[in-house]
């Protein structure tokens, strides 16, 4: 069975602090690996993935695949209050699918 | 461009009653989701369809779960009868094409709270 898991599952730092996130997965045929932040709502779209060590920016964050040892992280740096979400890793398997399997989540609290 | 809706936002039932929750997806996307997330946990995919079509429901508890999207744009979820563990947000996402390419991004609506007393 498709499996993604995240950690820590939950994290609170200061502002300014810079923090990983991790996402380990196990999925046949993988195909990509996407990430999505949380706030109230809807998860929004950050970054997908399907190459290792290409990383992937836009501004304070960042994300990075490995697919020799299965995982990814997210990185944000110079955190900020409107940071503050659950961070969800998810991973795409077998072509025609178009299936997610998404990891539990990293609640992120950013302290001024 | 428009994002996913849904509707109702918000919804509170007794258990054994019964509960529907419609979708609207992006204009033009073929392809619609519906996940149940419950509190704490990653989005769980219950059915995937393709236009009309169904993909996926292989996470779909069909005892109780039932959900169409009869001219292939809008949806409806529907659980007959509730149960307390089905307390949940449920969310609706819709993607562009039906090629499944990689490249391809689940746009999300903000979801339907759930919860059965």
């Known amino acids: 069975e498709d499996k993604v898991v995240q950690s820590p599952l939950s994290l609170v730092v200061h502002e300014g602090d810079t923090v990983t996130l991790n996402c380990s997965y196990e999925v046949t045929n993988f195909r990509s690996l996407l990430w999505y932040k949380q706030e109230k709502k809807a998860p929004t779209f950050l970054f997908m993935l399907?190459?290792?060590?290409i990383e992937k920016k836009s501004g304070r964050l960042s994300s990075i695949l490995d697919k020799k040892e299965l995982f990814s992280i997210l990185n944000i740096t110079a955190t900020q209050t409107g940071d503050s979400a659950v961070y969800l890793c998810?991973?795409?398997?077998?072509?025609?699918?178009?299936?997610?399997?998404f990891g539990q989540g990293t609640r992120l609290t950013i302290n001024p | 461009e428009a994002g996913v809706a849904q509707s109702p936002r918000y919804k509170i039932i007794e258990k054994r009653q019964s509960v529907a929750f419609w979708c609207n997806p992006i204009s033009g996307h073929a392809t619609l989701y519906w996940y149940q997330q419950i509190l704490g946990q990653g989005p769980k995919l219950l059915i995937q369809f393709q236009n009309n079509g169904v993909v996926d429901d292989s996470q779909l508890p069909k005892d109780r779960f039932s959900a169409e999207r009869l001219k292939g744009v809008d949806s409806t979820l529907k659980i007959q009868p509730a149960k307390l563990e089905d307390s949940a947000v449920y969310l609706c996402?819709?993607?562009?094409?039906?090629?499944?390419?990689?490249?391809?991004?689940?746009?999300f609506g903000p979801g339907t709270r759930l919860l059965v007393l």
């Open positions: 399907t190459s290792s060590g």
């Open positions: 996402a819709s993607s562009p094409g039906t090629s499944g390419s990689p490249r391809e991004t689940q746009y």
């Open positions: 998810a991973v795409v398997g077998p072509q025609g699918a178009q299936k997610l399997v």
